[in-house]
């Protein structure tokens, strides 16, 4: 919004002008020549409009015709929307005024802080308070503040008494509350619409938005990832890729210093002039042209041509090369990474790939991930890398993988959490999922599960094999939860046993004392006697103890029935771990341990089979006094 003039207090100065009477169309103009001959600063004077004319004619840019004058009672009449939404008509006005020097002590207005200021058009006038001013109600009150606002305008060179006929309610409001609060200060900004023109609509030009290239641009974090170049711009069905914005010429309008404003003629140099193919569609609309994606993919623009691929076939992806590619699990891109040269990396240091299928032909590099819904990797993964998907198949692992169904070649002291993982040779490493197939194990090899572990050939030491319920993230949180919630149901129900023990034993000890007091206000109120206030208050306090009582049982009571069911949930958290199995096809080499983690009681159960033993089946049993074992069994 830009203001005219200022809203501070304005200072006196000592050297005062002779009052001075003239006619202008141009108020701030006169009164900066008169502040310069006479050498004063502008600030420094004010003025009183003492008349006002105002003038129209038409002008064709030909011939202008003569102005006429029009009298004040036919000024609203020029908010007529034909004239002035006419180009050829004009309008000004012409100023009678006296020009003197402020004598700010008079003033009553000294503390009320405000500006004119306008939008861009010009089209709507502001009247802008300052926080912090005051105003003090007295007589003529409506009338001086509006020659106090005419006065703003006139010295902005906006027209009075045209386009403002919501100026008399403003100030009509304005007064009554200042007469209500007598001092009127305003704790904050405020804004007041005192004008309103014609608001002009602006041209559009026509405009061509490649949207599938905005949306990265609109994601990107403050902190530039270098590593996301935007080597594919993934999209989704129906999602807008292109929009060809029609041009559309405004409409005319007139501000509030009777100016016209024209409206120009849209530019047009956008038009579309590339092809698109059957993947995508065309959606002609009444301001806009909409080219939409009719199936997910990624866009391409090859031979002045528009289209949705699907598969994607890329020698590496690296810094140098793609950057990183993040099209989504649920893209549909499906690709290809053909670099085989085991020297180099197919996925480089420090790339992040998402997509919904991945073929990487050779090796997955340092700090990097993939991320996919199915992903081939026919080299070896970095052990800093990150595999993820629903369906794995790594040759080589050395990293972290995880996924539903998982299948390694060899594993080499990396991760795999999943929940079905088929180990073809484990040379140490880590295996956590629900079921865990390992055909040949090396030597220090963990694996955890919460059913099945089974080996069919073993060939080193030193390894682990787990059974454990809790294995599952979301299963360990549930066990927290539950017994934090035990842990907060035990104390509830110490602390109510003792606040019940306290209570009985009160209502034990007045017991006496009650009846005796019921039997007496039975007998008061049989006999039509007033019943002593002090007797109704113990006998009420007395009736409030039992209330009380019965209240707390019956919490305790539903504390404990919570904590039966918790304590339930508990022991169920580890209900199928009898059913889990560890099964061995071959003989026992070296020093191995089986283990099954117990919930409740909280205990580890170790089992060491003998080297060269052929225990094949291991499972957990429970004995006659509560204890429990792995033993070796004769079936799954």
């Known amino acids: 919004m830009a203001f005219f003039g200022s809203s501070d207090k304005e200072k006196n100065t000592t050297k005062k002008i002779r009052t ?63 004239a002035l939404m006419n180009k050829k008509f004009q309008i000004k006005q012409v100023y009678e005024i006296e020009i003197f020097t402020k004598n700010t002590e008079e003033d009553k207005f000294k503390d009320f802080n405000i500006a004119v200021g306008a939008n861009p058009s010009k089209s709507k006038i502001y009247l802008s308070i300052k926080e912090g001013s005051k105003l003090n109600y007295f007589k003529d009150f409506e009338q001086e503040i509006t020659m106090l606002i005419n006065n703003k305008k006139v010295r902005a060179g906006i027209l009075i008494n045209i386009f403002d006929e919501m100026l008399r309610g403003t100030i009509s409001k304005l007064s009554s509350k200042v007469k209500v609060e007598e001092n009127l200060v305003y704790e904050k900004n405020d804004t007041l619409l005192i004008a309103e023109g014609i608001e002009p609509v602006p041209t559009i030009d026509d405009e061509l938005i490649l949207h599938y290239e905005e949306k990265e641009e609109a994601s990107e974090e403050d902190k530039v990832d270098y590593k996301k170049r935007g080597f594919i711009k993934n999209v989704f069905k129906d999602e807008v890729l292109i929009e060809y914005i029609k041009p559309k010429k405004g ?12 409206a120009l003629e849209p530019q047009e140099i956008n038009v579309p002039e590339f092809n698109i193919d059957d993947t995508i569609t065309k959606k002609d609309e009444k301001d806009s042209i909409k080219y939409l994606a009719k199936e997910n993919g990624y866009i391409t623009f090859e031979d002045n041509t528009y289209s949705i691929k699907t598969d994607l076939d890329v020698d590496a992806i690296s810094f140098k090369t793609t950057g990183s590619i993040q099209a989504g699990l649920d893209s549909e891109v499906n690709m290809n990474v053909k670099e085989v040269d085991f020297d180099k990396d197919a996925v480089g240091a420090g790339m992040d790939v998402e997509v919904t299928e991945i073929d990487i ?34 040759n080589v692992h050395k990293g972290r993988a995880y996924g539903k169904k ?126 002593p206030s002090s007797f109704v208050e113990k006998y009420k306090q007395f009736l409030k103890i039992e209330s009380h009582l019965e209240s707390i049982k019956e919490e305790l009571k539903f504390k404990q029935d919570k904590l039966n069911l918790l304590t339930t ?29 117990l919930i409740d009681p909280p205990v580890e159960i170790v089992y060491e089979p003998q080297e060269g033993s052929e225990g094949k089946i291991f499972g957990l049993m429970e004995d006659d006094d509560g204890g429990y074992s792995i033993q070796v069994l004769k079936e799954m």
């Open 361 to 394: 032909e050779g090796n997955v590099g340092p700090n990097s991930t993939v991320f996919a819904k199915k992903a081939t990797i026919g080299g070896q993964t970095h052990k800093t890398s990150k595999i993820r998907a629903d369906n794995v198949d790594i």
């Open 569 to 597: 949930q508990t022991a169920s958290f580890q209900d199928n771990i009898m059913d889990a199995r560890i099964v061995n096809h071959d003989r026992w080499t070296g020093y191995n341990k089986l283990i099954f983690k």
């Open 20 to 82: 001075t009477v003239l006619k202008t169309p141009n108020v701030a103009k006169e009164l900066v020549s008169l502040a310069e001959s006479n050498g004063v600063n502008v600030n420094s004077l004010d003025f009183n409009i003492l008349d006002m004319q105002t003038f129209t004619r038409m002008n064709d840019g030909k011939k202008e015709s003569e102005w006429e004058e029009i009298s004040n009672d036919e000024l609203y009449e020029l908010d007529d929307a034909s």
């Open 251 to 262: 409409v005319d309008g007139r501000n509030c210093k009777g100016e016209f404003i024209p």
């Open 406 to 531: 998982i299948h390694i070649s060899r594993l080499e002291h990396g991760v795999v959490d999943g929940d079905i993982v088929d180990v073809v040779q484990a040379i140490g490493g880590d295996i956590r999922g629900k079921e865990v197939h390992i055909e040949i194990c090396g030597s220090y090899v963990k694996a955890t599960s919460h059913k099945l572990i089974e080996i069919q050939k073993l060939q080193g030491q030193e390894n682990t094999f787990t059974i454990d319920a809790l294995l599952k993230k979301d299963k360990r949180q549930s066990k927290e939860k539950n017994e934090e919630e035990i842990a907060g149901l035990e104390t509830d129900i110490r602390d109510i046993g003792k606040e019940i023990q306290k209570y009985s034993q009160t209502i034990e000890k007045n017991k006496a004392s009650f009846t005796e007091l019921k039997k007496r206000l039975i007998h008061y109120k049989k006999n039509g006697i007033k019943m």
